[in-house]
Structure formats: C-alpha cells, structure tokens
C-alpha cells in the first residue's frame, strides 16, 4: 500500500508538472468538441489526432490521447440532451430523457449531472484501474467466447425491458438492428453477405452513421416537417443548477452505472455502447417510477453518462496491464506510445514506472480538468438553445455530414446516415422506438462472432456454454431475468406500459 | 472582360506548353492512402516515410487512412485513381491475396493487380509461432507430435479468415502433414487476448506483439516464418532450420496506380530509396520494432511474384472454409 502511494507520488509529480497539465487541458477541450460534432465520436477523434502526437514525448502523447478519450465521451451527451442528436454512439441513451429533460426546461442540470457523473465514474474508474489493474486484466482473460455470448445474451433480455412502447413493435425494431447487424463479411468463413457488391459493405454497417443518422437526422427531418417551429428556449441562470430532489435521484444510477462499465469496460473486445444500454435498462427496471422514463427522468441521464465513462477507464485495464488492444481505441493508443519504441505489456509497470504511473495519475487530473472546463460550460451550451432552429439545424446537419465522412473518408457512410435518417423519420412518425435497432446492431455481429467463436473451440458441442463456470452463471442469471420478467404476463397483472401510454408521445 | 479571357487563355497555353515539355514533380502535395485504420502496421511504416519523402521533396506528403473490408477499400479506391502520380498507396500483405480470395469464392474483384504499378518494397516482418504455456510442446517438433497423436483436437486462432496470421499457419499445418481446428478472431489484440487466456492454444503473432509475453512466460515461442532468425527473438529458430521450407512475411510496400508516367515513377523510386535510407526512418522503424526490408521496384516485381505463388496455392488450399460442426 505503503509503494502503491509512493509511486502514485511519482504518477502525480509527473502529471502535475505545467507542461503535461496544459496538454491534459488541450485533449479534453479537443475531446469535448469531437464529441459534441455528431458523427465524430472518441476514435475518430484520437485517430485524426494520432500523428500530431508522434512528436511529442510518449507520456504527453497518451496523456493527450486520453484526455480527447473521455473528453469525446462527456461531449457526446451534450448535443444528444440539447438537441436529440447523439454526438457519438455512446449517448444514444442520452438522448431519451436528456432531451425529454430539456424540453421540460431542465437542460441545465442534465448536462450538469451528466458532468458530475463522468467525472466520479471516471475517477472511480482510476481507482480500479490502479489497485485493481493485474488482478482484473488475468481474471478479463478468463473471459472467452463463450462467457463473452453469456454476457451478451444478459444484455438481449435487458433489451426486451428497455422500450417504452409495446413489445411487439420494440422486438420488431430489435429484429431490424439485428437484420443491418448481419452485413458484411463472415469473419468465421469469409463469404460475404448483403452487400451488393458495395466493397465498402465489407466491414457491415458501422454503428456511429446509423446512431447519427437514427436520431440525430430524423429529429432535424421532424423538427422541419412540425407545423410550427419548436418555441426557442430562453433558459434562465438558477434553472441551470440542479435540484435537490434531482441530486439524490442521480446518486444511485452514478454509482451503478459506474461500477457497471467499469466491469463491461474491462472485458477485452466488448463495447462502452453496451454499458450504457445495459445502465439504461437496469435503472428503469428498478426504478419505482419506470412510467418517467422516457418522459424526462434524471436517472435515464445519470446511469449511462456515469457508465459509459467509467467503460472508457475499465478498457484501459488490458491496455496497461497486458498491452493487449481489446478495441479500436485501445490499438491507437498502444500505437501512440509504440512509436516510441514503448511495447506495452505486462512488464510496463516495471520497466517504465514513470509512464505507467503518470498516465494513472494524468487520468485523475483529466478527470478534474473535465469537470472544471464543462461545468460552467453548461452555462455556454445550453444558450446555443437560444439560437433560431431555422439557423441551428442547417448548421448541425452540415456538421454531421462531414462528421460522418471524416470517419473513415468514406461517401458510403454519408449514405447510410443519410438513409438512416429517412428510416428513423418514417419510423417516429409511426410511433417506433429507435433505441432497440441501435442495441441490435451492435450486438448482432458480437453475439454471432461469439456463438460461432465458442462453438469453433468446442467442435460443435454446445456442451460448452455450461461447461465452463463463469458462464454457466452468467446464463442462469439470463434465464432467471427471463422468468421474472415473464411473471407479470402470467400473473396477468397490469404492466404499466399500458396505462401510461408513452407511445404516443414519441414522436 | 476580354482583356481577362485573353490572360487565362494565354495562362492556360503556358500551363499546357510546360506540361508538355517536362512536368516538375511533385508541384503540390503527393497523397498516400493507407488502406488500414491509424496505429497498424501499413500506417506506422508509412508515416515515416512519408515524412522522409516530405524533406526530400519540399511538398507536403499526407497519409489518408480508407480502412475497411480488410483493406480492399482503400485499394479499390486507389485502382482507379488518376494516375497524376499524386496519389499513391502503402499497402499491405493482403494485396495479393485479396484477389485470389475474390476469384475463389467467384465474385466481382475489388481490384485486379494490373491496375497498380509496384515502386517499393518497405518493411517484411515474419510473424512467429507462440503457444499458451499449457500447451505441452516446447519446440515444434513436439508440437507436430502432439497434434498428430490428438488430429484436430489442439486449436489455434488467427486475425481473421485468410489474413495475414491465417496463411502462415496454414502453410506450417499443410507441410507437417497435421490437423488442427482454428479458431478465428477479429484483430491482432482479440487474437492475443484469446491466446494469452488459453482460449485457443496457438497463433502467428507479430514479434513485435508477442516479445513483451514471450519475456513473461505468458507465452513459449518456437519457430518463425523468416529466412533468418529474428533480432528480437535470437533464440527462437525458424521454421527453415527445424526442417519446414517455410518462408511468411506480412510485408508493406509503395504502389502507384498503373498509368503513371515514367518520370513520375523513377522519382517516386528515388525518392523512397533516399527516404528509406535516412536516419529518421531507421529510428522510428527500430522503434516499433519492425524490420526494414528495402527492394526497388524490380525486384519488388519478382518478390511480389514469388509471394503470390505462395500464397495463391495456399488459398487454394484452404479452399472455402467449411466450419467446425
């Protein structure tokens, strides 16, 4: 304990030092903007920023890097609650009650909770990662392809809770995520599927363009097709601090939500996407109030802002403790210190203290710096609600536009989002919920990569799956959520779907 | 107005008179595209290099990174490009097996080798084969042992179907006369995390990669795919020396698309011999421990052509995958 201070004495001496903390400052302002761009989310970002930091020392570069990470990973959530239009993937949650908040007038603390809950998942996310990290990263490795389809199919019966609408139209919306999910080539064979001879099909149909496109195209396609304009808000300054009530509503989502995509986070190859999906369905679940959900629930805000950020520190776990990239994030950071003749792996924290130690303790400041930089920000973004839609949105899908090509410089998924958004308009007008086809979309290639990864190991025996402890456990937790989520249609007890009605609110 | 016309029309005949005569190149910024995502092994070779060719030239030379289906995107989108010499690309291994995969499974090519004109070879890395300690084989000769005693019981992983990881063992699997399943991924570092668990017993990782757990016991190497042994792994033999004619490297190198005038060419071929030789780009190639492997264009053409044969019968080989059932 006595060494673990010692050497955190050294991480902050390092962290502290002006140059490194002006460096901290640049990459979450950075991050904050790219998150803020729709279409333009954490690994576009850190990726169009990759070759600026080869000159500079590796340290700086991660801290950097880091900064723009979860910088991108806060600045997502505030145009998904200004405006409904998620910044990057992860908000998609967001933008449900964020939004639903600002229409109620209450924008200022939505954005405010959302930074007050990146910042504690975040910082709690650092504590894990600094006692916790060797311990966590050998017990993440455990995790195979077959806990990985266990863990999925525990986020497919969270989904079947996650709409607000009837079921039968939330599993269809689930199916259609499902149905985009399938594209692309087969990884375990390599035949191609339902791309049309459309190369750029090959790698499937990417996530951010279809969030963008979704929600974020759709609600400037709504908003322009509204009788009359949405009146514009003139927010006041004591709306924008929230309220008492609404402090120790966000208290328990922050701390689950943290703890959850700390876990989710650490799993190598899983998504920060999902933790804020599953946070989004575990809140409601045991919510006493489920009916406000959707409807401008603080906690709908809370848990996956808080979840989706601690997920940003629990995937930095593999990458410091085995030097294993378990996500497209991951690999450019490892790429970012590789260049400097760096191999990240598991004798990192021996051989280079300085660095190891330094990036831990440049994450806390970070952390620090967001909350600073983004709370009076709060004050600045929600005004841009003042601006008429009529100039607002034009603006905004411009910057989508070039958001959603500047990802991979490619004009097919320009496409896609703008095709994403003719569905996602239709849908609304007929009264779908758009959040279960983003779910499936992001787990249908994982949950099929798994099944068929597991089945590979196995030679066919599905003996496998409860085989193996962790599994086994994680899939009768699945079927037990299945059975108790079943109880009210047996019992034939009102559900309260039916009697508040959300539906048709939606659109 | 007219006096305007007249100045553009006389700037316009100047313009193509010069062209004529002999075009400076380059006069504005040489574009090369990466086919990968930034961070990959295309990428961090192509950097330096192209900020070696950025001294050389006085002109900016920027990396535009077009990832997708396993490269084939960036590479179409280069095929058939304007062959002005101002676009260019650093690709990988996967140039040549990409058509053959295509022709295999019979469907419309992304792009046809003859649309590129090959001007460098850059950097060959051969990867090397690491198992999970479990695995009771300490040198490939017991490996072949094991897996003849228990055919297509032991399993190894790969970055995805036919890639740069797939091939070699393959090719390893094929000439020791073994059965074995495999077990496919999507990346080098879901590989790693699937071998390093024990997931999946073995795989053909990058040195790079594999060197910080091969020092930590994590994993045991045994042999790889290069003519000579590796400078960071002196004392994993390859394959050669323990009696497999086996020879793998995940290879980058420069390509223009074809039509590109010659004066174009020999100063793009210049340009990266100079480039290939500074100081800079040795440091920042040894920095991420990748070996230089310089070749003029060629002899570029005949490795290119040897590295096809081999790969195009192993492909071949393998056929359309059935999966394990």
């Known amino acids: ?507 | 107005m007219r006096l305007s016309t007249t100045i553009s029309a006389c700037v316009i005949a100047f313009a193509a008179l010069t062209a004529f005569a002999q075009e400076p190149y380059p006069t504005r910024p040489v574009n090369v595209v990466v086919p990968f995502p930034p961070g990959g092994m295309a990428d961090l070779s192509a950097r330096p290099l192209a900020a070696a060719m950025e001294k050389i030239w006085k002109q900016p030379v920027p990396i535009i990174n077009r990832p997708g289906a396993g490269g084939a995107v960036g590479m179409q989108s280069v095929s058939i490009a304007k062959p002005d010499g101002y676009t260019v690309m650093v690709t990988l291994v996967s140039y040549n097996t990409i058509p053959e995969v295509d022709a295999m499974f019979g469907r419309a090519p992304a792009y046809s080798r003859e649309q590129f004109v090959p001007i460098a070879l850059i950097a060959a890395d051969p990867p090397v084969l690491v198992v999970h300690p479990s695995l009771p084989a300490k040198s490939v000769k017991d490996l072949v042992a094991l897996a003849k005693k228990r055919p297509n019981e032991i399993v190894f992983s790969h970055s995805g179907v036919y890639g740069p990881s797939h091939v070699p063992m393959e090719m390893f699997v094929h000439a020791a006369g073994i059965k074995m399943r495999h077990l496919p991924a999507v990346g080098g570092g879901p590989t790693m995390a699937l071998v390093l668990g024990g997931h999946a017993g073995m795989w053909a990782s990058p040195p790079a990669m594999a060197v910080p757990h091969i020092a930590n016991t994590k994993l045991r190497a045994l042999a790889s795919w290069g003519d000579k042994r590796l400078a960071s792994l002196p004392d994993v033999p390859t394959f050669k020396e323990v009696g497999y004619d086996l020879e793998f490297y995940v290879w980058s190198g420069m390509f223009a698309p074809r039509g590109v005038g010659t004066a174009v060419v020999s100063s793009l071929r210049e340009t990266v011999r100079q480039a290939v030789l500074s100081v800079d780009f040795k440091t920042s190639m040894e920095r991420i421990k990748t070996p230089i492997a310089y070749l003029d264009a060629l002899e570029f053409q005949k490795f290119l052509e040897k590295d096809l044969k081999m790969l195009s019968s192993a492909i071949r080989r393998m056929g359309k995958i059935e999966e394990a059932k």
């Open chain 1, 1 to 507: 304990m006595v060494e673990t201070f010692q050497d955190l004495y050294l991480g902050f001496s390092i962290a502290l030092s002006p140059q490194v903390l002006v460096y901290a400052f640049v990459g979450c302002i950075i991050g904050t903007l790219v998150g803020m761009m729709p279409g333009l989310g954490p690994l576009a970002g850190i990726s169009l920023l990759l070759p600026a930091t080869f000159g500079l020392n590796p340290i700086i570069a991660i801290v950097l890097l880091s900064g723009v990470y979860y910088g991108a990973m806060y600045g997502g959530s505030t145009t998904s609650i200004l405006m409904r239009i998620p910044g990057e993937a992860a908000s998609v949650m967001t933008c449900i009650d964020g939004y639903a908040m600002t229409q109620n007038g209450r924008a200022g603390p939505a954005l405010a909770i959302a930074a007050i809950g990146s910042f504690i998942a975040g910082s709690l996310g650092v504590v894990g990662l600094m006692l916790l990290a060797p311990t966590l990263a050998a017990f993440a490795l455990r995790f195979g392809p077959p806990e990985y389809t266990a863990l999925l199919l525990m986020g497919f019966f969270i989904l079947a809770y996650m709409s607000a609408g009837s079921m039968p139209k939330t599993l269809s919306m689930a199916g259609l995520g499902l149905i985009f999910g399938m594209v692309g080539i087969d990884t375990m064979t390599g035949y191609t599927r339902f791309s049309f001879g459309v190369i750029e099909l090959g790698d499937g149909i990417g996530i951010v363009p279809v969030a963008v496109g979704l929600f974020g195209i759709s609600e400037i396609l709504l908003v322009a097709g509204a009788a009359e304009p949405p009146k514009v808000q003139r927010p006041k300054l004591r709306e924008l601090i929230p309220s008492r009530e609404e402090l120790r509503l966000s208290v328990g989502p922050i701390a689950r939500g943290s703890l959850l995509g700390f876990l989710i986070g650490i799993i190598p190859g899983s998504a920060h996407i999902i933790s804020s999906f599953v946070s989004y369905g575990i809140e409601r679940r045991i919510s006493k109030h489920p009916e406000r959900f959707g409807s401008g629930a603080i906690e709908g805000v809370a848990g996956p802002e808080s979840a989706n950020n601690s997920a940003a520190s629990g995937a930095f776990v593999p990458m410091m403790a085995l030097g294993i990239p378990t996500s497209p994030i991951t690999a450019v950071m490892i790429a970012a210190v590789m260049v400097h003749g760096i191999s990240p792996g598991p004798l990192l924290i021996q051989q280079q203290p300085e660095l190891f130690w330094g990036f831990v303790a440049s994450m806390y400041v970070g952390n620090v710096v967001l909350l600073i930089l983004n709370l009076p920000m709060v004050g600045l973004f929600v005004n841009l609600l003042r601006i008429p839609y009529a100039y607002l949105y034009p603006c905004i899908l411009c910057f989508t536009i070039l958001g959603g090509y500047s990802v991979a410089n490619s004009i097919v998924d320009v496409w896609i989002m703008l095709g994403m958004g003719v569905i996602g308009y239709l849908l609304r007008k007929f009264g779908y919920d758009l959040a279960p086809i983003a779910l499936g979309l992001v787990l249908a290639p994982m949950l099929e990569l798994s099944v068929r990864q597991s089945l590979a190991m196995s030679a066919g025996t599905y003996a496998i799956f409860v085989n193996r402890p962790i599994a086994a456990i994680m899939l009768g937790i699945g079927v037990l959520i299945v059975v108790l989520s079943l109880k009210p249609l047996i019992s034939k007890r009102k559900d309260w779907r039916a009697s508040v009605g959300l539906e048709s609110e939606q659109s």
